[in-house]
């Protein structure tokens, strides 16, 4: 195993009661902050890397609780920024990221903006007020530990804002799941695989998977793409064939937002894909299917993102010998431009 593996795994091991501490803590904490986000009514979820996609996951709760919510990239947001300062989380598991410095550096931020981050001292919790994840700084070069952290700081504002996060409290503090036996078959199939496809639909999941795509690029260096399940039918499907890792997350939800279609088109092309499977509903023919607890909502996020994180470093630790240690970046990236 290699050390990037090893700092992985050890991230990994702690991250339920990282993240269940966190919620807990940040209770107190994010009642004014979802009172300054419900008096401005619009908001803007900005982040870089695996941040945005973890904003993408928790987007669709904010509006669901009546904010006027979209998610940016910190780099473009300043180049074309909303109108009319909507409020701002600003998320950064280091708070050090180049963009998010850049932000701040050139009063871009909002006169009503918070930060979300792993580390107290860190530029971003300087500047902003910032709810502080549980656990200090994260080690490993992919992020793991820190995504289920994020969700978790979410949950509280979210939490404030009148939503139920019961369920996802109640995955929390159930710890790391035993691994499914089926996900044995799951990785062996993505150990050879030339390309992956990481796909979901509804309710945030499609963030999930893309901070999942993220990491199994980062960490296997194999080319992958994070797409939603009507924009990966609309082209995409022309580039996978048999040999493809097409991943597919799927949970409870209404006729029209399940997964299973789609999968038995790619069973009808001779293409088995792998779905974390949280529906509840029956398999589908042909599919590789690794069953989880039916989940929904943001406990959807906070059950699957684990398990999945799981499969792909162990497919990561068979596919190289220095898996998880970057070669060309760092932990903290600088900005991209000056």
């Known amino acids: 195993m290699s050390k990037g593996i090893d700092q992985l795994r050890t991230e990994m091991a702690r991250q339920h009661s990282d993240a269940l501490a966190s919620l807990r803590a940040a209770r107190d904490s994010a009642r004014p902050i979802a009172e300054a986000l419900r008096a401005r009514g619009r908001l803007a979820l900005l982040g870089m890397g695996g941040s945005h996609?973890?904003?993408?996951?928790?987007?669709?709760?904010?509006?669901?609780a009546g904010l006027d919510t979209t998610e940016h990239v910190v780099s473009e947001y300043m180049r074309a920024p909303l109108p009319g300062d909507p409020a701002m989380l600003v998320t950064s598991q280091s708070g050090r990221s180049g963009e998010v410095?850049?932000?701040?550096?050139?009063?871009?931020?909002?006169?009503?903006?918070?930060?979300?981050?792993?580390?107290?001292?860190s530029p971003l919790a300087t500047e902003l007020p910032s709810l502080v994840g549980v656990g200090g700084r994260e080690l490993a070069y992919a992020a793991t530990r820190s995504q289920l952290i994020t969700l978790g700081l979410h949950a509280a504002i979210l939490e404030a804002l009148g939503q139920d996060i019961s369920a996802a409290e109640v995955a929390l503090a159930a710890g790391a799941p035993s691994r499914p036996t089926e996900a044995d078959a799951a990785i062996d199939r993505l150990v050879p695989a030339?390309?992956?496809?990481?796909?979901?639909?509804?309710?945030?999941?499609?963030?999930?998977?893309?901070?999942?795509?993220?990491?199994?690029?980062?960490?296997?260096?194999?080319?992958?793409?994070?797409?939603?399940?009507?924009?990966?039918?609309?082209?995409?499907?022309?580039?996978?064939?048999q040999e493809s890792a097409v991943i597919l997350l799927r949970g409870q939800c209404q006729d029209?937002?399940?997964?299973?279609?789609?999968?038995?088109?790619?069973?009808?092309?001779?293409?088995?894909?792998?779905?974390?499977?949280?529906?509840?509903?029956?398999?589908?023919?042909?599919?590789?299917?690794?069953?989880?607890?039916?989940?929904?909502?943001?406990?959807?996020?906070v059950a699957a993102l684990p398990v999945i994180q799981d499969i792909l470093v162990s497919a990561a630790a068979r596919r190289l010998p220095d898996a998880g240690l970057p070669r060309r970046s760092s932990k903290v990236a600088s900005a991209e431009v000056a």
């Open 53 to 64: 996609w973890i904003n993408r996951a928790v987007g669709d709760y904010y509006r669901a």
């Open 101 to 121: 410095l850049h932000l701040i550096e050139r009063g871009m931020v909002s006169p009503v903006a918070y930060g979300l981050t792993l580390e107290a001292d």
């Open 194 to 241: 030339p390309v992956a496809i990481m796909v979901a639909r509804g309710c945030g999941a499609q963030g999930v998977m893309d901070a999942a795509a993220l990491c199994l690029m980062e960490i296997a260096r194999l080319p992958v793409l994070g797409l939603e399940a009507g924009q990966f039918r609309h082209g995409p499907f022309e580039m996978i064939d």
């Open 256 to 301: 029209r937002d399940d997964l299973s279609l789609l999968a038995e088109e790619c069973v009808a092309h001779g293409i088995a894909p792998i779905i974390i499977d949280a529906s509840g509903r029956a398999p589908v023919r042909g599919a590789l299917t690794v069953p989880l607890t039916p989940q929904k909502g943001l406990a959807l996020a």
